[in-house]
């Protein structure tokens, strides 16, 4: 049987992150709990803390407007 992938919101993620950061839980205790993998949770947090406030925009690889902009103007500066 295939399992279906999971799909977390960013309040999860958020929540998650901040529980690891802000206790003496282990990575790998909190994963066990949530019964998500270490690996998924290690990516969490170092989105997280590249830059918060754009971290998990939400379905696909969404970029932020500044960089959508940056793009265009740099293809219609090519072109």
């Given at each position: 049987m295939v399992s279906k992938r999971r799909k977390y919101t960013r309040e999860f993620k958020v929540e998650t992150v901040n529980l690891i950061t802000g206790s003496d839980q282990s990575v790998v205790e909190v994963?066990?709990?949530?019964?998500?993998?270490p690996n998924t949770l290690y990516k969490w947090i170092r989105q997280y803390s590249e830059n918060p406030v754009e971290a998990?925009?939400?379905?696909?690889?969404q970029a932020s407007e500044a960089v959508k902009n940056s793009a265009v103007s740099d293809v219609k500066t090519n072109a």
């Open positions: 994963a066990r709990d949530l019964e998500v993998h998990f925009p939400g379905k696909g690889k």
